[in-house]
């Protein structure tokens, strides 16, 4: 039986004692309570007649209680966390796509979900947080449990299903990625290796738990290495820095706005910095800005790891290695788990310095998407799977993403950047965001946009703005509109969304 690379294989490093997952101002919960909550949860759910074949969606607030329910429920079924924000319509559509057998909810939480659920006679699972016990522990009841379809397996094997995760979507219908065990513990081990993740880490985590990043980066690498995670309620940047002194973490993961929002109020939390215990800070899911990459390594005092990560490979492609060895601003490394190369339209390896798609194979990468035959056709070539993303790699192995190819702007035939506009406004003094993106235009068909936040304190008009872009880059590339804002519009992961932005600003009007 295949149980060497299964998710219980894998929290099998960590000691009895250690505390595996913990929240501020909680008790933590140690290795060996999370290992028998998982049992009791696989067995709870074969009283249910739910196997590893069946679907079962979480949708549950970020904490310890969604990490742990991920881990056990992931470690006996498949799991397919959700947004809890979602909309009802939202809920229906990620619901009958998945072909969900039950959804966990937290108890006595009402809400969409929980309607929605009720409407097409879903088996409910109530989650319900241990009183004062350690964070993270529950008991779960399900009153009416599906009905049987066929025998399950008593154990997951590495090859089997343990997460669905949906693409983002924003240009057509989302995707259905399968990961499986070996997917995600590859991947993990991979993340735990290069930072160098042993029992004596703690990182906080501020990432939703819906996600890769946080589900794999924070969660899954940090237990796979015998460390601590704590779970915060989710991303605040107001009580980040009172989390920080009461956890004392070796590391932390983010997108990079949510690093920037962490600038903006270091400079109130000084006492904070000067006691951390951190050894680094990493940065995934989106291009860190060198700008903000620099600035961070100042203010902490650690070396800031830029990492390359995506869902169908189970986040990490690629990343900077920890000092002494080289690590890059604007690059986001070395490969990191899975082979990476860079391919041309058609089908070609390129040569370092080639400019191309970057394409991955390897353990922790999805071999197709779930009933998507004509998804896969164009994902894959040669075994290899194309990321979507143009860049190129140097001759040491360094990657250096140019964009998303779907993002990229074609102005009159003319190709744009939208990150070397980013980098570019980012060195404007009066500037601490930038994002760009297509605007459309009658003629060109698309033309350079720009929205900004500026620095508390400081002013720059739109005028002064494309004046300092056009005295660094050739003239197609200047934005003809650059607006202001208090702040940049984001996706429920912290990401900004380029693709829509303008429709969304009121531009195309």
């Known amino acids: 039986m295949e149980r060497t690379n299964t998710l219980a294989a894998l929290l099998a490093r960590g000691r009895t004692e250690d505390v595996a997952l913990s929240a501020p101002g909680r008790s933590g919960l140690t290795y060996g309570a999370l290992r028998e909550l998982i049992t009791q949860v696989r067995a709870s759910l074969r009283e249910w007649g739910l196997g590893p074949e069946d679907r079962i969606a979480l949708v549950l607030p970020n904490g310890p209680e969604m990490a742990a329910a991920f881990l056990a429920v992931a470690s006996a079924a498949t799991t397919a966390p959700l947004n809890p924000a979602y909309r009802a319509d939202e809920f229906t559509f990620y619901l009958d796509d998945l072909q969900a057998r039950a959804i966990v909810l937290l108890e006595g939480m009402d809400g969409p979900a929980r309607m929605v659920a009720r409407e097409r006679n879903l088996p409910i699972i109530e989650l319900s947080p241990t009183s004062n016990g350690s964070a993270g522990h529950f008991t779960l009841k399900c009153e009416q449990p599906p009905p049987p379809i066929a025998p399950h397996s008593d154990e997951a094997r590495e090859g089997g299903v343990a997460l669905v995760l949906h693409t983002s979507g924003t240009t057509a219908r989302p995707k259905l990625v399968p990961l499986t065990h070996a997917n995600l513990t590859a991947s993990a081990r991979h993340i735990g290796a290069l930072l160098g993740l042993g029992p004596e880490d703690t990182c906080l985590n501020i990432m939703p738990l819906f996600h890769i990043h946080g589900l794999v980066a924070a969660v899954l690498s940090s237990l796979g290495a015998g460390g601590r995670v704590v779970c915060t309620p989710g991303f605040n940047a107001l009580r980040f820095f009172s989390w920080f002194e009461e956890a004392r973490p070796t590391w932390y993961t983010a997108v990079p706005t949510m690093h920037q929002a962490l600038l903006e109020r270091a400079r109130r939390n000084v006492e904070s910095l000067k006691s951390n215990r951190l ?231």
Do not use: C
């Not at 990490?316 to 690590?327: F, G, I, K, V």
């Not at 394409?359 to 998407?369: H, K, L, Q, S």
């Not at 964009?403 to 980012?426: A, F, Q």
């Open 279 to 509: 050894r680094f800070i990493r940065s995934s899911s989106a291009s860190l800005p060198p700008q903000v990459m620099e600035e961070l390594e100042r203010v902490f005092g650690v070396p800031v790891i830029e990492s390359y990560g995506m869902t169908e490979a189970a986040h990490q492609m690629a990343s900077n290695p920890l000092p002494p060895h080289p690590r890059h601003a604007g690059s986001v490394g070395l490969a990191a788990g899975p082979e990476v190369a860079i391919m041309d339209d058609a089908g070609a390896m390129l040569t370092p310095g080639g400019l191309g798609e970057v394409v991955i194979r390897g353990p922790n990468v999805m071999t197709g998407y779930v009933n998507n035959p004509e998804a896969n056709a164009r994902a894959f070539t040669h075994g290899w799977f194309r990321t979507g993303d143009q860049g190129t790699l140097d001759a040491e192995g360094y990657l250096r993403l140019t964009g998303r190819l779907k993002e990229l702007i074609n102005r009159g035939g003319e190709k744009v950047s939208p990150l070397e506009v980013d980098t570019v406004l980012l060195d404007h003094p009066a500037v601490q965001q930038a994002v760009t993106f297509a605007l459309p235009h009658p003629k060109l068909g698309e033309d350079v946009a720009a929205a900004v936040v500026l620095r508390e304190g400081l002013q720059a008009t739109e005028r002064e703005l494309r004046d300092f872009v056009s005295a660094r880059v050739a003239d197609f590339k200047v934005p003809r509109r650059i607006v202001v804002l208090t702040e940049l519009p984001k996706g429920p992961t912290g990401k900004v969304q380029r693709i829509g932005l303008a429709e969304r600003l009121g531009l195309t009007s």
